[in-house]
């Protein structure tokens, strides 16, 4: 089992920064790949960041230069730095797990535990 925690939403203009924190409790022997995912209203699931055991990180093209994800393994911490907002960021941020192997995938599967979820909005 694999337990998920986010903190660090919450309300800035744009160009303004923001960090998520994902706490990882992790029960499981197994490469796991992690990674932030968000949805904004209307519109489905996508991904942002993710990264592998071996800290391989892939971004979204929306993000890239603006976004960067990072671990603390000796925190069992997971990471989004958010720069230069832009309010088509706005969205509910989720952090997510999944077993995997090799470079992370921005798709949802084989993504299976997810946090509850942190509101960010970015206004003009």
């Known amino acids: 089992q694999v337990q998920l925690v986010e903190s660090g939403g919450g309300s800035v203009q744009a160009g303004g920064s923001l960090r998520l924190a994902c706490a990882v409790a992790t029960y499981i022997k197994t490469d796991l790949w992690m990674g932030w995912f968000r949805q904004a209203p209307g519109k489905e699931r996508e991904g942002v960041a993710v990264?592998?055991?071996?800290?391989?990180?892939r971004s979204a093209d929306s993000v890239k230069g603006r976004f960067t994800i990072s671990k603390d393994n000796a925190k069992n911490t997971l990471y989004l730095q958010m720069n230069s907002l832009k309010p088509e960021d706005t969205a509910v941020y989720y952090c997510a797990a999944g077993a995997g192997l090799g470079p992370p995938s921005l798709t949802l599967p084989p993504y299976n535990y997810w946090g509850q979820g942190t509101q960010v909005t970015v206004s003009s």
């Open positions: 990264v592998n055991d071996r800290g391989v990180t």
